[in-house]
């Protein structure tokens, strides 16, 4: 089916919450503290504990899923077709820069052919991502180029008799589309490129209805894991996993009986439940901290047998691209960077020659926090939301060099002004870099973003 109208409200809340476009390294979670050094678990306990790791990115999954297709059907494509900006409470830390496409395809039923256009100059990617949240192609600017193209996607027992057919390892996929806009007068242009994406597929029924949290009792969670395992098999490449969580019963094409253990083995149960949402809630295990900003760590996208990180970013980043695609990195503000009192603001200087390194585009974006720890564009006198290096009106310093301010008032100067980057008046605030296409300065860290400089207003 193909589907090309513009979403209603409850139709982008559900994309909202689908994309999980959310920033898995806030900076409340950025000053983690490694947790004290814990007994082994009992055998049944450790099972648990990573059958709970390995099957929640497939519970974040089938939950988004179901949002999408609650509304609408699958193997059909829905656009959002506004910038966010600070009345967009949906969704924390949107992106102000890119136009998002999703549909959740079903390849048991036959080919999906995805058509993209010729782009010129814009960025685009089309990310394709399994059920346990791997992306395992990406179509656009950085791989197929911006001549457009048509994709034949097939799922993992079909035949095929092209080689250049992209198998997904999984039946279902969520496909997200990004494509890039250069502030609110290019919208219509973008529009075009989005109506003339393509997607052909059968028609299909609607999965199972699933809406099992991943804090549910251990009985309901474990039995709709099952029925996801059943759904969507472990890869031969997670076989030692399997191995290790076969005590609980949650084996290949079975259902999961919880009735069948006894009192103290429910307690061995709930303790490795406890111990990894224990685990999952670490966020020094997400990355490093270097010159005051958090980087991702390397296989996030692609996650391999790193399980713990997979079910992490599943959690607090649902849907994240590989960071040769994109790589973000959030400042690790100090608390009185924090406070950025009257007076005062942040500086963000980069040198001459020595803006971030990126094939597509880069931008900072600035949100303001809710008490509850989510994150949002802030309303300000000036509607800027983000710097990046599509912002018109910037004013380099005469070396060249460009200084971006961070204040909750206003500049006293004009170039100040120009490059300002407005903060909340009274709400903590965090400052999340996105780069988009990164060059090896950038992936292999021999650029590094420059320390955030809490200076005295001039």
């Not at 509850?372 to 018109?392: A, K, L, S």
């Not at 002004?417 to 860290?445: E, I, K, S």
Request: charged letters at 15%; hydrophobic letters at 40%.
């Amino acid at each position: 089916m193909i589907s090309f109208t513009t979403p209603d409200r409850r139709r982008f809340m559900a994309l909202a919450a689908s994309t999980g476009l959310t920033s898995l390294l806030v900076p409340k979670l950025v000053q983690a503290q490694v947790p004290p050094v814990t007994p082994p678990l009992p055998p049944l306990a450790e099972a648990s504990r990573q059958a709970w790791i390995f099957t929640v990115p497939l519970a974040e999954n089938a939950l988004a899923r179901a949002r999408i297709l609650k509304d609408n059907p699958a193997n059909t494509l829905i656009h959002k077709r506004t910038l966010s900006d600070w009345q967009d409470r949906f969704i924390t830390t949107p992106n102000n820069d890119t136009l998002y496409s999703v549909a959740w395809l079903d390849l048991s039923a036959g080919p999906v052919n995805l058509h993209i256009p010729p782009t010129g100059n814009r960025y685009i990617s089309a990310a394709l991502i399994d059920m346990y949240t791997n992306n395992f192609a990406i179509l656009g600017t950085r791989t197929t180029g911006n001549d457009g193209g048509s994709f034949t996607i097939i799922g993992p027992e079909q035949s095929t008799h092209s080689l250049t057919d992209i198998r997904s390892p999984t039946r279902w996929v969520c496909l997200l589309i990004r494509t890039l806009v250069n502030g609110t007068q290019d919208l219509p242009a973008a529009h075009d490129i989005q109506d003339r994406i393509i997607l052909q597929a059968p028609t299909v029924a609607k999965p199972p209805v699933f809406s099992t949290s991943r804090n549910a009792s251990w009985q309901d969670y474990f039995a709709a894991a099952q029925d996801l395992l059943n759904e969507t098999p472990a890869f031969a490449t997670d076989e030692a996993v399997v191995k290790k969580i076969a005590p609980l019963g949650l084996t290949a094409n079975s259902r999961f009986n919880p009735g069948s253990f006894s009192a103290a083995q429910a307690a061995e149960i709930r303790l490795g439940l406890d111990r990894a949402k224990s685990e999952l809630a670490n966020r020094s295990t997400l990355g490093a901290a270097h010159n005051g900003w958090f980087w991702p760590k390397p296989d996030l996208g692609n996650f391999g047998q790193d399980y713990l990180y997979r079910a992490q970013v599943a959690v607090g980043g649902l849907l994240a691209l590989p960071n040769d695609e994109a790589l973000y990195l959030v400042a690790a503000l100090t608390p009185e960077q924090q406070t950025c009192p009257a007076g005062k603001h942040l500086l963000l200087h980069f040198a001459a020659g020595q803006l971030p390194p990126v094939n597509a585009f880069w931008s900072l974006s600035l949100y303001e926090a809710t008490p509850d720890h989510q994150y949002f564009f802030t309303r300000n006198p000036i509607n800027r939301y983000t710097i990046g290096d599509r912002t018109p009106g910037l004013i380099k310093n005469p070396d060249g060099s460009l200084d971006i301010i961070i204040s909750r008032q206003k500049p006293s100067t004009a170039q100040q002004t120009a490059n300002w980057l407005p903060a909340p008046l009274h709400a903590p605030f965090g400052l999340f870099l996105r780069t988009y296409l990164p060059q090896p300065a950038l992936l292999n860290r021999t650029w590094n973003v420059p320390p955030l400089q809490l200076v005295d207003n001039s």
